[in-house]
Every structure is written in C-alpha cells, then in structure tokens.
C-alpha cells in the first residue's frame, strides 16, 4: 500500500492534510482519487490506515487507525558524516536512513572537497530521507542537523556514548574489539571522513575528545 507522510499538527477532527510534495506525489504522480486507500506515517514511529477524501494542493485524508507502531527503543546510532560531492552526499543520507541512523551530523573536515555545505542543503537531504523513509518503510524519520566543524561536532557526542572514527591509518585496532562495548552503551556515534580522508591532526583531536580511531581493514573504501 502506498504510503505518504503527514504533519500531526494539521489534524482537525478526523482529518488530515498532507504537505505540497506529497499532495502533488499522490494527486498528480500517483494520481489517486478519493476513496482510494493509503497509509499515512507521523515520523515518531505510528502508521496509520487513511482514505483520500478530497483532492486539491494540499490533499485531505480522513484518518483511521493506527496499524502499526514502532519506538526508537533500545542504542541510538548516531553517525558525523563528512560533508561529501553532490550526489555523493544524496547516496549517503539515503543509506544512512535505511539502515536506521536515527541522528545524521554532517560535518566539514579540513580535506572535504567543494565549498562548505550552505544550511540551505539541509532541506534537500531532508526530502532525499523522507523518500527513503517511504521506500524502505521506515515510520521514524531521521534527524539530519545544521553542517558544523569537525571538531565542534566530535565535541557533541554525548561522553557515555562509544565513540568511534574510522580511519585508514589505524593499525591497532578494530571494530570488533569494541562489540561488548557498543552492545552495552546507550548510544554509538560513527565519525566518516570526506574524499581525502582524516588528517593526523584531526584524529589527535579525535582521540582527545574520547574517540577511538578504528580500522575497517586493509582496503580503503569510498567516503560515501
């Protein structure tokens, strides 16, 4: 069933109304009529049944009744990604969402490449999550904050939180000596440089503010 998501705050009575996207998603791309059959998820985690009822710029639904509910219970994942090229940055908003990131800091480190993200890039990564969320049925949306300095954002991760970057120059350690660790933490907060990689000045800072810099072995793989 086609889903859509909805601003709880523009229920009135039974019934709801979705934004501009999603209304010119569902009258004009999907071209769904009233009576048809949806459902409809608030971003904390409820999904409800719905029925168009009447359709226009901002589409009107009457709401039926939660069909499922899921918390974000249990370890909150938390990944600082380095601000990435273009398309680049797109791919990893939308897997992050997939795989369940509930908090996406982008951060700009010394060697990311292009201008620094404008707060403005923040509205499209929403929308590319939000269409991830819908495509992989995800009920709780992501939260993706204002771009920040690396080293401002490695200072705001939580100190009871293990905190982990991964860097190719690591050669100690990996990310299996901290699975007992992470299992018993209320929260783990990933740290990914950008194309050019972490400086060594960046990952002494890194260490000085509690995180362990990690290896993920012998390749180095992509920044996204």
Known sequence: MRRFFFDPATKKGGLVRLGAEESHHLARVLRLVPGDEVELFDG????????????????ELALGDICLEERDEGAELVVLQSVLKNDRMDLAVQKATELGVRRLLPIH???????????????RWQRISLAACKQCMRPNIMEIMTPVSMEKALAMVPDDFIKILFWEEEQQQGLQQFSTEIAAAPGTAICLGP?????????????????QTVSLGHRVLRAE
């Open 109 to 123: 480190a010394s060697r990311c490449q292009g201008k620094p993200a404008a707060a403005s890039r923040v509205k």
């Open 44 to 59: 904390a985690g409820r999904v409800y049944n719905a029925t168009v009822v009447n359709i226009g710029r901002q589409v």
């Open 195 to 211: 194309e050019g990689g972490i400086t060594d000045a960046e990952a002494a800072i890194a260490r000085e503010l509690g995180w």
